[in-house]
DNA sequence: GCCGTTTTCGGCCCGACTGTTTTCAGTCG
């Protein structure tokens, strides 16, 4: 029997809380079981160890009788409540909740009334017009189902990646900006907190008359269908990626807590909410109320969060893991990294091994986006698959970079490699040539499959090197396409702190590598970071902010991040870190 | 089910939208 990891423990305990609103529970006992399924999914710590430590009741949301399931579902792989709970409601139940529009009472109904034991066999019933006579349910919740089944089916993976969907978003946004009467617009939800997947898009606007900025909405070319559309919202389906957005217009007096309203973390509000009320305020998308009704002006998010007696919290930073007692205690940083912060991309490749564009077509990208250097780091000799560079032409590479250099101002291109860490734990070049490069960057390519001993050995390994400044994307992941190879990021981050190897945020929306939570972990271990774009062609670029939006997620000050440095400082600061 | 410098009991965040209903329940965020 496989333990079941921290995925299966969340799913576990959101499927008793939608049993138990099937069941008529007291909602609130419902609720706790999603609180803690949010609380555990977002932990940066390991659950087996916090389990094994006795620990789980530490974390807020969670008590003795929830810590005591998930230590059973832990350790014996099952849940006797789970099962008995689950024994008690038609089975395929649950599948049903997945489609859109579809709760838990409704579902519910379908599958006692009408046997329904499954997406196919709702889909079914539907069609054979059995749907609308049930009581509650009529034409047209049979076509809503409908409609909710084929978008269920074809979104099985229905989060989208943060790079994939910021562009299209920032398109629109645009768009909007531009219609009738709008003052102010923003980006909202998953989206506006840089979450490292996004379910939709969120879109606030402020204007007079939201029905003059709904007609221009609905008429985008990027807009493919209006699913709905009431006094405030108005939700649409886009032609691109089957990507829904919904779009709220409120008075511009209302911008301020409608777009914190809209920018979440659920987690983050309810506790905000608490606090309101001890306060006795209540906050809502229409503002901050006094208990007696008054409404508080709220200029902008500055003020919303002074009201409420904290410092301002950056909407990356909004998810209830600990950001709140920090703002009420008026530690929270005031110089998380910024964009405006770097001076200088790491991690680029060209046309020399797997990159698309040439090295001048890259440095002339990267000055036109006003960075300072810009770190070339090609694949090594091992890496056949991707132009892996033998040592030789490393020199004639170099050639090439001078003369760049010596063509395009303003901007340095520096000398470094992506060098590969091999199955030993060695470095894929000789010590004389990596003692040359400016730059180096390891990063293991193959053999994802060595178990988590040995790959935790692999890296360690790498670190005796001196030559190694960098450790590239640290888990190998491929977000919604391949696992992170299995290691002790904790043995990983306390050596790296130890002999001052410096670890990337990998920007590429697909890596994101390292993650939030692994940030958070670094940091607290004292080892520097620097954000990259692990760029294969000139527009990859961009992928520079999301390397920046993940180290802020994870609470990185400009000082922790080497690349703000100029480009002869951060040379030096790596070399000196591997000194030290 | 969780939680507590007012509480170990009695609270627990709030509102929009939709469809089915003649006043509300379910769903979503």
Redesign the pocket.
């Known amino acids: 029997m496989t333990t079941p990891d921290k995925t299966a423990v969340v799913q576990v305990l959101r499927d008793i809380s939608l049993l138990l609103q099937m069941k008529g529970e007291?909602p609130?006992?419902s609720r706790?079981?999603d609180t803690?399924a949010d609380r555990i999914a977002g932990l940066s710590e390991d659950l087996g160890a916090l389990v094994r430590e006795g620990r789980l009741q530490e974390l807020?949301?969670?008590?003795?009788?929830?810590?005591d399931k998930v230590s059973e579902l832990l350790t014996t792989g099952k849940l006797a409540y789970y099962d008995t709970l689950r024994a008690e409601f038609p089975p395929g139940v649950l599948e049903l909740v997945q489609v859109?529009?579809?709760?838990?009472?409704?579902?519910l109904v379908l599958a006692r009334q009408l046997g329904v034991d499954g997406v196919d066999a709702l889909e079914k019933a539907c069609r054979e017009g059995r749907v609308?006579q049930l009581?509650?349910?009529?034409?047209?919740?049979?076509a809503?189902i409908l409609a909710g089944v084929e978008l269920y089916r074809r979104t099985r993976t229905p989060r989208r990646l943060l790079g994939e969907v910021m562009p299209v978003a920032e398109r629109l946004l645009e768009s909007i900006k531009t219609a009738p009467g709008v003052i102010r617009a923003s980006v909202g939800?998953s989206l506006r907190r840089r979450a490292e997947t996004v379910?939709?898009v969120?879109l606030i606007a402020s204007a007079p008359d939201a029905n003059a900025v709904f007609d221009a909405f609905s008429r985008a070319p990027e807009v493919a269908q209006v699913i709905?559309?009431?006094?405030?919202?108005c939700s649409v389906r886009l032609r691109e990626k089957d990507l829904q957005v919904?779009l709220r217009v409120l008075p511009d007096e209302d911008f301020a807590t409608a777009l914190h309203h809209?920018t979440g973390s659920?987690a983050h509000?309810?506790r905000l909410?608490?606090l309101a009320?001890e306060r006795g305020l209540?906050?809502?998308?229409?503002g901050i109320h006094r208990d007696d009704g008054t409404k508080l002006h709220v200029p902008d998010e500055v003020a919303f969060y002074r009201l409420l007696g904290m410092q301002y919290i950056p909407p990356e930073l909004r998810e209830d893991t600990g950001e709140i007692e920090a703002a009420l205690e008026g530690r929270l940083p005031e110089d998380l990294v910024t964009m405006e912060d770097i001076q200088g991309a790491v991690h680029a490749h060209s046309t020399w091994s797997d990159g698309k564009n040439s090295l001048e077509e890259m440095a002339r990208a990267a000055q036109a986006l006003g960075l300072k250097f810009l770190t070339v780091t090609e694949h090594s000799q091992a890496a056949i698959y991707a132009g892996g560079l033998k040592e030789d032409d490393l020199r004639r590479q170099w050639d090439e970079i001078d003369r760049v250099n010596d063509t395009v101002k303003g901007v340095r291109l520096l000398k470094g490699i992506e060098v590969d860490i091999l199955e030993s734990g060695a470095l894929d070049y000789s010590d004389g040539v990596l003692e040359k490069l400016e730059v180096v960057i390891g990063s293991i390519h193959v053999r994802h499959g060595m178990d988590e001993e040995q790959m935790t050995r692999r890296l360690l390994q790498a670190f005796d090197n001196p030559h190694l400044h960098i450790l590239g994307h640290p888990t190998g992941r491929l977000i919604q396409n391949r696992e992170p190879y299995p290691v002790r990021m904790e043995a990983v981050l306390d050596k790296a702190a130890e002999r001052g190897v410096v670890v990337e945020v990998n920007g590429k929306p697909e890596r994101l590598d390292l993650k939030t939570e692994h940030v958070r972990m670094a940091l607290q271990r004292g080892v520097k970071l620097v954000v990259s774009c692990d760029a294969h062609r000139a527009s990859d670029l961009a992928n520079l902010a999301f390397a920046v939006a993940t180290a802020r997620r994870g609470w990185a000050r400009r000082g922790d991040i080497l690349n703000t440095l100029p480009a002869e400082q951060f040379i030096t600061t790596l070399r000196k870190q591997r000194a030290a």
């Open positions: 007291n609130f006992r706790a079981y803690a807020p949301g969670i008590g003795q009788a929830i810590a859109p529009d579809l709760g838990p009472k409704k579902a609308r009581s509650g349910f009529g034409e047209k919740s049979e809503k939800g379910g939709d969120d709905g559309r009431g006094e405030s919202k919904d809209f659920k509000h309810v909410r608490g009320h209540k906050i809502s998308e229409w």
